[in-house]
């Protein structure tokens, strides 16, 4: 499967097993079969995924919560043979696109400390680290704490130009 060409998707129901399969690579605590099947039925996920019909190659969860202006990125994970051609990019284009025209004001995630390639592509992206959060993962290991901030839209000028 030709990766660059690929564009992202809203995830159905019939890709939970493919998602589901893709968390295989995640390093540590991954998503359950059931906890997928139930997210892409819930109206507080978006779940964003790219490949060719039913075969994935990536996937990002975005978890919104009612009456908030934030939504936190819960999962993103490519598939080793697809990687380093811009798909985690493609995705997070996608996923901030929705936040910046639904007017959401940030982005948080948690990344593990030791995760070199996912730090960087967030610094990359503008993220900042917010806080340490030590014993995060289920092996003990630390998280860092992650924000990108979106602009406030400017107050409407409601001067009469005089
Ligand atoms: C982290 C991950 C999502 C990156 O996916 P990807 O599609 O390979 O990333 P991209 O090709 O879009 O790369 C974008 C940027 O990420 C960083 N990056 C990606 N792979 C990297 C690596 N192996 N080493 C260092 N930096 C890396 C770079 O900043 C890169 O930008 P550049 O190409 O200009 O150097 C992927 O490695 C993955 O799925 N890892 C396992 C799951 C995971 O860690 N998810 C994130 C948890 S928060």
């Known amino acids: 499967m030709s990766a660059t060409s690929l564009q992202p998707r809203l995830a159905t129901p019939a890709d939970a097993v493919a998602i589901h399969a893709l968390e295989r690579h995640f390093p540590g605590d991954r998503m359950q079969l059931r906890a997928i099947r139930r997210l892409l039925r819930v109206p507080s996920a978006r779940i964003w995924v790219l490949g ?4 994935l190659v990536a996937a990002l969860v975005l978890l919104l919560r009612r009456n908030s202006r934030h939504a936190r990125i819960y999962s993103l994970v490519v598939a080793p043979e697809a990687r380093g051609r811009g798909l985690a990019q493609r995705l997070l284009d996608t996923a901030e696109t929705f936040a910046r025209t639904t007017r959401l004001s940030s982005l948080t995630l948690e990344v593990r400390a030791d995760n070199q390639p996912a730090r960087n592509l967030y610094r990359q992206r503008g993220y900042s680290i917010e806080s340490e ?16 901030r979106f602009e406030e839209a400017a107050p409407p000028d409601n001067r009469s130009g005089t």
């Open 52 to 55: 060719r019909g039913n075969e």
């Open 133 to 148: 959060l030590p014993d995060y993962y289920d092996d003990g290991a630390p998280a860092l704490r992650l924000r990108l």
